[in-house]
């Protein structure tokens, strides 16, 4: 991670430098800092830092005056807006005015207002955030009370000294000066900022070094220097100025930045350098940008149209009115008025003046409260996301955060993921799992058994605690364990989800945060048979100790093991610290540094009494401390009674080394004598441990799980306790760091049992294995060594397979001759001036060689619950998931793999390319390697693409329409079996503009995509290629810093909020706790704001257009004049008011499909990709609807009324009260869900109706200029006719579309109704189709009756649809009744068929299912049982095979009249017994994944093993 | 009607089931509430439209609309009406003569007598209407063309009417009352009925000038300015209408009550028709006694005073006679539309049938059983 950044800074850099060149040019002015105590007194004028922001924040965007007219300002941007008020202004000039003038400024006003109550409200949220973080606390200096006080966070100005504590969040950012660390360092979490949790650390200004004594502010007077604010994380540039003149540069290491977290640091002192909004990390806060819609963007199209029928509309009326007025010619009637000059209208002229009159009069048709409609159901609709409680987490107590408001139905229709691997997929915890000792496995089933227990949501939380018990009841009782009962004791049962792992993290918290130490981390649960090898070798080396045998005579086994804890315990990096403590710190942080400086000093360590002073001073964390700082300030004078020791001994030390038996038992004297009880309880549990890496802490805590605890490290020893054998010191000689070339890391430790010098070697198992000394061939040491080594190799492939991160361990020890000969050069390296990094790389190859292997480790990085599930069920969903990591590619794969990512049995193409050159031509090869074998699949490979558990997956833009083979046809890219793997430096090559387009054609065909090593610009570049190029939806998740831009350039960005920082947060739509929440969010509520939203466009575009078109009808009845039946007040407020609550109420509330049901059937989300309930034919389906609809809502008051009295107004009334019936009865029709607050608002609407216009009808006999309705109301209630029009005439109105509907549902239902059709099942019923899978049901749904003609068989209903796709049976429910041979299957349908017939009524086939249907768990088995026979009968067996393509593809199309012929397009060939078979077992191992909650260890443990032998068949 | 349930669905099961927050009241929890409503749980119907769970109710709206449409058709027909065309287009209607005059203000008035003949006696009370064609009085400048507030009786708008009104608003620089196109172009024509009895003698039918306006109208919305009693002072200092003959407060010398801005003959002209082809109740004829039809079979004289001129815009005049029923005016147009609607239904109903025998099972029962 720490690479990624470096790069992205790299690439970043030019582009910062480019602006900050123009920058200086402007102001090259720096800032200078003075400290605010000097000019104390002389408040304000003369302090030099007054010009600079404060610390206070505000990041609203009105203040209390400015809020009208900006705002105002603000929504005259948006086009309609301004649209609008054109109209309402139009209405105000005399000639065209078509209402009272007033009352059409209402809906405009009505309008803005809204949306200006929306911003303040949004406003003053900001406002209160903004308050909550002003008013934090933080220490500063004040120089009257000479003392550090409390003060808010807003009253911090620049020049102020702060005083930091531990865990306090930097209130700005702030120039270290002082710290409390020995070393003069200050450790910080930049987790907020760049959500890297791994501890930075920062150092306090040179000059301010050598301070000995607490920083004292008063005594401060330099003046510091520096660049500008700018927002560059990763650059501070500057120096401070003291009095004596002198000057120290400033790094950006000595800059701690605002919103970091101070981590280990007792105190620590700063001076603020930049405040407020001048700070790094709200320099590069810029607010979330307006994004618009995929669905919005479709509308506004729409809205265009609309634009253009009212156009046509108003130019028809303008035509027409001319022409009218035309025929009259000079024999003016009197009928139309003169103008109120009294001159004469041309027709010409009246024509363009009744254009204007029709804009205003149809003005409706532009859907004017759609804009606030859609805004006011997106935020019911955010606020229902929000709710949500399946998206809450308790762990971290946070919720679903949508931060940006009107995308919400974007998440229904996205098409690509993009996401990062550590903290999005993983937890970046790394936990340790099993591991491998001299060629024997120790699967730890306990430790799996209990990370399950982390991981299952169901587990018993009595299971948990028994768990948790034995844990803490090992051997000591820990802070956060003790804080785990109490939890416990306050947690009811209801956590289950969350439950166990939530108090593990509160526990975490509460037992003061470090990172890496969750107790998942922590508490590993030993393998029973290792720890009693632990424990037998441990006692065996401690007698032969006090038996002065050689440890040589050790059993190679147990030595092995020996070695290999200690190496777990001390080939690393790990600090040992104690939380309440002044941290016991090291300064081993830099690397690559040896202890050992020189030759004198090597010989003179090799003292045993140095052994004895230095093991007592472990103890004293003052002595260390010392230590610590001698080694900081370079010098290495020991202390002169130890060098003077060391001389006299140093002939001794030569030989001693060797045989070491004498001194061996003079270092043991000191050993603490009570070795067998238990070691010290508490100080241990109180040991903490911080790693740079997860890894290392992992492997330090595997290793203290068996009581080989490490208990401190210094820079030139590290104490560990053994069992048996009490604390022992390692003389740490060399530390050979990791690096990414070598892949591993060394350490050279005198051993204090032997003597030898032994070096500890860890690193990944591909370089691990090549350098291990080659077993001799013959004696029976060698074989054994061999078969060890093919062993470990096994396991290694295993631990990969099982997605886990391998280690190899192994060991070498040297001869005083070879470490001497390999030191010389080795100082010689350090010590050289040139060149120094290759002759110190050199210098480690050189000694790590001929290793022997101890064992290896299997690691986890935890994945995130249910990552597996989500990105399983994502995929079902036709998301195609690519991962963007900036981790090397091993990892990523390991990782890629464990997520199901990539699969066992996938092809993986892997891209490494070094050159442009080399890179194309990979492309090259992999496309025609693509084409070749898929694009005209042989017969096999078809089958084997319908083999796996995504069946749907195979058809990557997935058909909508037309049948599937056509489609198929269409589709340009099937997606294969194919998983791309891509490294940084190979995606830079492939991103370039020559390359894209073959890379893009190799991805979308690769059903996985892994790019590794990427930058964050890549990650962004990346999401933009596919973004811009295929024209589709994109999601970027990501939780650092590292995927800001790539977060920001997606359609949509999601940060995870977790663990991990602000940043992704900070630049995301919304966050979410874990990753697996992205499956709900996607698939349910993506889904339904997309349906609910898209459903409400395609209203109110009807509802307007029906509306206006019946105005538009009476035209030819009132000469084109422009005149409206509809009163002026129904006219604008129909939208605004009568019409607009049921249809907020369906668009915010209405479920097509239950959540439950979106959530098995995963593949219903294609409905919102394809954008199905939105399509562009749609809106003018709708549109023909619509004037159809008006057309019989005129024309039957129109003949009704036809030659009568009926005056305008009381014949406009029943017409409009006809509309509003007709319109709320056609949203009826379009309802899924009925609620009582759908109900309700319906009801609520004829009821304002009619309540608003008997109010109106009845006000004012005289007002209401143009028309006035007086009394209309009242008496229309009176007459029967009107009663009788509104019967028929909605249903008269409604009927195509009713009955369209109903065929619809009938004759081509779409999955989604299909999923309704489900939901409508009892529980039981659904569950049971539903783990059938996707497949199962739609070939129920999709087989054709037609097809098979087969005579009616009872056949068993589950049984024989399950047939059909070769795995239904594993679900039958009837177990006793043998498979019939699959070729008869089919008929089991005709024959169901008949027997349903004779169920009319929905419910009572579900309930005697439900009742004589004996479901049982142990489903699976009949389906092995079946096996063997489908074996042998493989052309049956294809049969089903076949029909489970025709009905996949049927499923997937939703067109139900497939012809036979098309489905043999797809038809596999028959596919080989064995395949078959291979499918079948492929079929089991789903629902046995199901029960997996059950069991999970097992599962997670033979899972893949499984599936990696069923590849192998 | 549709295959329906309500059904609390248990989706909730593996959540809702848990008891409030784990750590009940200790920390302020973010944790959203369980209910519902939030959780969007709201027990719901789901109606799913297949052929099957929709054709009952094709069935039950046919049912229902044929029955209905036969009533009203059946009650459309048994009212009376009988409507004469007076416009007198052509060279051998009594009216030609009259109406070759396009001018509004003739001095001398102009009268025709339509003869005609009804076949059938009229029973009840009967409405008399005149009724114009092509004239387009919904036209938009014609509707707004009047000052409600005037016609109300406001005193200031008498004196100074809404410019609404232009160009009709002042005439010779004084006020028009009532102002605006529609008061102006006031239908003028006398009507008068004559029964002739068999033995030839012509018996003048007494047609009721009251009670056709409505009564919010006359009694709410139209008002004289003023008290009733001298309207002539009133309105003075207001012109006539140019197209008028007599000031507003003449409107009916016969009734002294019926002048002046509610005169309901003016009162009916004011509610502007929607459609261009309109009619409008001029005199009701009552019934005298249950012996005697209120209009007897046989012949008739109309007495035409013609004013009114429609050649202009090539409109009609007529006269019509007609009973009324429950549902107003002779209209067979509902019943039929009714018969159609529920016919239609009943056709699309077994449309579905069809539909639901052939493909509905196999949607629904195979597996999803509905």
Same mark, same amino acid.
């Given at each position: ?46 302090? =030099? ?175 510091? $220097? ?106 003016? !009637? ?167 792992? *939530? ?106 009494? #140095? ?27 020991? =202390? ?134 080659? /077993? ?69 190859? #050189? ?312 959530? $098995? ?40 009324? *036809? ?105 081509? /239902? ?9 939901? #409508? ?51 039958? /429910? ?6 019939? !041979? ?73 067109? !139900? ?19 078959? *078979? ?8 789903? !629902? ?6 059950? $069991? ?18 | ?9 248990? $989706? ?359």
């Amino acid at each position: 991670m720490a690479l990624d950044v470096g790069e992205a800074e790299a690439t970043k850099g030019s582009k910062v430098k480019k602006q900050r060149k123009k920058k200086n040019k402007k102001e090259n002015k720096a800032r200078t800092v003075h400290s605010n105590i000097l000019y104390d007194n002389a408040k304000g004028e003369d302090n =030099p830092n007054r010009h600079y922001a404060n610390n206070k924040i505000k990041t609203t965007k009105y203040t209390f005056l400015s809020f009208l007219p900006k705002n105002l300002f603000e929504q005259f941007h948006r086009f309609a807006n301004v649209y609008f008020v054109f109209i309402a202004l139009l209405n105000f000039v005399p000639v065209v005015n078509a209402f009272q003038p007033e009352l059409a400024l209402a809906p405009v006003v009505f309008i803005l207002s809204v949306t200006a109550i929306k911003d303040l409200w949004e406003d003053y949220r900001r406002h209160r955030s903004d308050k909550e973080i002003n008013h934090m606390d933080c220490l500063v200096y004040s120089r009257p009370e000479r003392r550090y006080v409390e003060k808010f966070w807003k009253e911090v100005r620049v020049g102020d000294f702060i005083r930091l504590r531990c865990n306090e969040i930097l209130p700005a950012d702030v120039l270290l000066l002082s710290s409390s660390d020995p070393d003069r360092l200050c450790h910080i979490e930049t987790a907020t900022l760049d959500g890297e949790t791994n501890l930075k650390q920062r150092q306090v200004v040179r000059s301010f070094l050598d301070l000995d004594c607490d920083f004292d502010p008063s005594k401060y007077n330099s003046v510091i $220097e520096c660049e500008k604010p700018n927002n560059d994380l990763n650059r501070f540039r500057g120096y401070i100025v003291h009095r004596s003149g002198r000057r120290d540069g400033l790094y950006k290491d000595n800059l701690l930045l605002r919103g970091c977290t101070v981590r280990n640091t007792e105190e620590a002192v700063g001076i603020v350098i930049y405040a407020g909004h001048e700070t790094k990390a709200m320099l590069n806060n810029n607010g979330p940008r307006y994004k618009r819609s995929k669905l919005e963007r479709q509308m506004n199209v729409d809205v265009f149209w609309c634009v253009i029928i009212l156009l046509i509309m108003c130019l028809l009326a303008a035509i027409g009115h001319g022409l009218w007025m035309f025929q009259y010619g000079d024999k003016r !009637p009197v009928f139309d008025v003169l103008s109120p000059e009294g001159t004469d209208l041309s027709p010409a002229l009246s024509a363009i003046y009744l254009f204007l009159t029709m804009i205003i009069v149809f003005q409706v048709l532009i859907p004017i409260s759609l804009f606030v409609s859609i805004e006011i159901v997106k935020i019911c609709q955010v606020f229902f996301i929000h709710q949500d409680v399946d998206l809450y987490d308790e762990e971290t107590d946070s919720q679903l955060q949508c931060r940006a408001l009107n995308i919400t139905e974007d998440l229904g229709q996205m098409q690509y993921i993009f996401s990062d691997k550590t903290g999005t997929l993983t937890e970046n915890k790394m936990v340790f799992r099993r591991c491998t000792v001299a060629g024997v496995e120790y699967s730890h089933d306990a430790n799996a058994r209990r990370l399950a227990m982390y991981q299952e949501l169901d587990s018993e939380e009595e299971e948990c605690v028994s768990h948790g018990g034995t844990l803490s009841r090992r051997d000591s009782v820990t802070s956060h364990q003790s804080a785990k009962v109490v939890l416990r004791s306050q947690s009811t049962k209801s956590h289950r989800r969350t439950g166990s792992r *939530a108090e593990a993290k509160r526990a975490s918290i509460l037992s003061k945060h470090t990172a890496f130490s969750s107790p998942m981390e922590k508490d590993i649960t030993p393998d029973p048979q290792l720890l009693d090898k632990v424990n037998e070798g441990g006692s065996q080396m401690d007698f032969m100790r006090f038996h002065s045998q050689p440890l040589s005579q050790l059993p190679s086994d147990l030595s092995d093991i020996n070695d290999f804890f200690i190496a777990l315990t001390i080939c690393n990096t790990v600090v040992v610290s104690s939380p309440n403590q002044p941290r016991q710190k090291v300064r081993m942080r830099f690397e690559l540094k040896s202890p050992v400086k020189t030759i004198e000093d090597f010989i003179k360590r090799f003292t045993p009494s #140095r052994l004895t002073s230095s093991n007592s001073s472990s103890s004293s964390s003052l002595l260390a401390e010392r230590s610590a700082r001698r080694a900081v300030s370079g010098a290495m004078p020991s =202390p002169s009674s130890e060098s003077t020791l060391t001389k006299l001994d140093e002939g001794e030390g030569g030989e001693g080394g060797g045989g070491g038996e004498g001194p061996d038992a003079n270092a043991f004297s000191p050993a603490p004598p009570s070795y067998d009880a238990k070691p010290a309880p508490i100080e241990e549990g109180e040991l903490r441990y911080e790693a740079e890496s997860p890894d290392e802490a992992a492997l330090v805590y595997a290793a203290r799980a068996y009581k080989c605890s490490l208990v401190g490290r210094l820079p030139d020893q590290v104490t560990v306790e053994l069992p048996h054998l009490g604390k022992l010191s390692f003389e740490l000689l060399h530390t050979l760091g990791f690096d990414a070339t070598r892949k591993r890391m060394s350490v050279v430790v005198r051993h204090p049992l032997t003597n030898q010098i032994t070096v500890y070697t860890k690193g990944a198992d591909s370089v691990i294995m090549d350098l291990i000394r080659p /077993p001799s061939t013959d004696d029976s040491k060698g074989k054994r060594q061999r078969k060890i080594l093919y062993k470990t190799q096994n396991y290694l492939n295993l631990y990969a397979a099982d997605g886990l991160r391998t280690l190899c361990i192994a060991k070498k020890t040297l001869t005083k001759e070879e470490y001497a000969a390999w030191l010389r050069r080795h100082l010689e390296a350090e010590t050289a001036l040139q060149g120094r990094e290759e002759l110190l790389f050199d210098s480690a190859l #050189r000694l790590e060689t001929n290793l022997h292997l101890l064992g290896a480790t299997g690691i986890e990085d935890r994945l995130q619950d249910g990552v597996p599930e989500t990105i399983a069920s994502l995929r079902k969903a036709g998301l195609q998931i690519w991962v963007l990591t900036g981790d090397k590619q091993e990892t990523a794969v390991n990782i890629a793999y464990a997520c199901k990512l990539l699969e066992p049995e996938e092809e993986i193409i892997t891209l490494n390319a070094d050159s442009q050159e080399a890179c194309a031509a990979l492309l090259e090869e992999s496309l025609h390697y693509i084409q070749a074998k898929f694009l005209c699949p042989s017969p096999e490979q078809a089958a084997g693409a319908f083999q796996h558990d995504f069946p749907l997956f195979d058809l990557s833009p997935p058909p909508s329409s037309s049948s599937s083979a056509a489609s198929s046809q269409a589709a340009p890219v099937l997606v294969h079996r194919l998983g791309l793997v891509i490294d940084g430096r190979t995606l830079a090559y492939a991103l370039d503009c020559s390359l894209e387009d073959k890379f893009l054609a190799v991805a979308r065909s690769c059903r996985s995509v892994l790019c590794c090593r990427s930058t964050p610009l890549q990650k962004s570049m990346v999401v933009q290629l596919v973004r811009n190029k295929l024209k589709v939806m994109t999601l970027a998740i990501g939780d650092g810093a590292n995927d800001v831009s790539m977060i920001q350039v997606a359609d949509v960005g999601v940060g995870i909020s977790g663990q991990e920082g602000m940043q992704a947060v900070m630049a995301s739509d919304f966050s979410l706790p874990r990753f697996q929440y992205l499956q709900k969010l996607l698939l349910v509520h993506g889904h339904w704001c997309y349906s609910r939203l898209a459903n409400m466009i395609l209203y109110f575009f009807y509802k307007n257009a029906m509306f206006v078109a019946l105005v538009f009808w009476y035209q030819f009845y009132c000469g084109f004049s422009g005149s409206a039946m509809i009163d002026q007040w129904y006219l604008i407020f129909f939208n605004l008011m009568f019409s607009a609550f049921p249809q907020l109420v369906t668009g915010t509330l209405d479920k097509d499909v239950s959540s439950q049901t979106l959530q $098995e059937l995963p593949q219903l989300y294609m409905n919102g990709q394809n954008s199905e309930e939105y399509k562009p034919y749609m809106f003018w389906m709708n549109m023909i609807d619509a004037f159809y609809q008006s057309l019989i809502c005129f024309f039957i008051p129109y003949f009704a009324y *036809a030659d009568s009295e009926v005056d305008l107004l009381t014949w406009g009334t029943p017409i409009t009260t006809l509309a509003l019936f007709t319109i709320l009865l056609h949203l009826g029709v379009e309802t899924k869900t009925w609620t009582w607050m759908n109900w309700l608002s319906i009801g609520f609407s004829v009821a304002l109706f009619f309540a608003v216009s008997l109010c109106y009808n009845a006000s004012c006999p005289s007002c209401y200029s143009p028309s006035n309705p007086y009394w209309t109301m009242q008496r229309l209630l009176g007459e029967p006719l009107f009663y009788l029009l509104c019967v028929v005439t909605p249903v008269a109105a409604l009927l195509p579309r009713y009955f369209y509907r109903a065929c619809q549902g009938s004759l081509f /239902p779409s999955q989604v109704q299909v999923g309704r059709q489900l939901d #409508r099942l009892p529980a039981e019923t659904r569950r049971n189709i539903l783990s059938l899978s996707g497949l199962a049901v739609g070939a129920r749904y999709a087989l054709r009756p037609s097809l098979f003609p087969f005579p009616g068989d009872s056949f068993p209903k589950d049984c024989g649809l399950g047939g059909q796709d070769g795995l239904g049976c594993s679900k039958s /429910p009837l177990e006793e009744r043998p498979l019939r !041979p699959q070729g008869k299957a089919p008929s089991g349908l005709a024959g169901l068929r008949d027997n349903d017939l004779s169920l009319t009524d929905p419910f009572t086939l579900a309930s005697t299912e439900t009742d004589t249907l004996p479901y049982t768990k142990e489903a699976p088995r009949p389906a092995e049982h079946h096996r063997s026979p489908a074996k042998h009968a493989a052309s049956d067996v294809d049969a089903s095979l076949d029909l489970s393509r025709l009905s996949l593809s049927s499923w997937i199309t939703s067109t !139900p009249l497939l012809s036979p012929a098309e489905s043999v397009q797809l038809t596999a060939p028959p596919a080989g017994g064995r395949q078959s *078979a291979t499918y079948r077992r492929d079929c089991e191992g789903r !629902p046995g994944a199901d029960h997996a909650v059950l $069991e999970p260890g097992p599962r997670a443990s033979h899972g893949p093993r499984d599936s990696l032998q069923t590849s192998l068949l | 009607m549709m295959a329906s349930s309500y059904n609390a669905k248990e $989706e909730d099961g593996h959540h809702s089931g848990a008891p409030g927050h784990g750590v009940a009241g200790t920390v302020k929890s973010k944790k959203p509430d369980n209910t519902a409503f939030k959780q969007q749980r709201l027990p719901a119907w789901q109606p799913i439209l297949t052929a099957g769970t929709v054709l009952p109710a094709f069935f039950v709206i046919g049912l229902i609309f044929i029955p209905i449409g036969i009533g009203l058709f059946v009650t459309s027909n048994n009212i009376k009406e009988f409507e004469i065309d007076y416009t007198g287009l052509d060279m051998s209607s009594p009216c030609y003569n009259c109406s070759q005059s396009f001018s509004w203000n003739n001095t001398k008035p102009c009268t025709c007598s339509v003869h005609f003949n009804l076949d059938q006696p009229f029973e009840s009370n009967v409405f008399m209407y005149y009724g114009l064609s092509n004239f387009y009085q919904n036209h938009r400048r014609y509707v707004k063309s009047r000052d409600d507030s005037q016609l109300n009786g406001n005193k200031k708008s008498l004196q100074d009417p809404s410019k609404e009104c232009e160009p009709y608003r002042t005439s010779d620089s004084k006020p028009i009352a009532p102002c605006g196109a529609i008061a102006n172009s006031l239908f003028n024509d006398t009507l008068d009925l004559f029964y002739i009895d068999p033995n030839g003698t012509k018996t003048p039918i007494p047609l009721v000038k009251k009670g056709i306006a409505w009564w919010t109208d006359k009694h709410v919305k139209f008002r004289n300015p003023g008290v009733n009693d001298n309207l002539t002072a009133v309105f003075q200092g207001t012109n006539k209408p140019v197209n008028w003959r007599k000031p507003v407060y003449e409107l009916d010398p016969e009734d002294h009550e019926n002048n002046g801005f509610i005169n309901e003959d003016f009162i009916v002209w004011m509610r502007t028709a929607a459609l261009p082809t309109f009619r409008k109740l001029y005199r009701i004829i009552q019934k005298k006694n249950n012996m005697t039809p209120t209009l007897p079979r046989g012949e008739y004289i109309m007495e035409v005073t013609y004013n009114y001129p429609v050649r202009s815009f090539e409109g009609r005049k007529r006269m019509i006679l007609s009973t009324i029923s429950w549902m107003g005016g002779k209209n067979p147009f509902l019943g039929i539309a009714y018969i159609t609607v529920g016919s239609v239904c009943f056709f699309l109903g077994v449309v579905l049938l069809i539909i639901h025998h052939k493909y509905g099972n196999r949607n629904n029962s195979p597996d999803i059983p509905n």
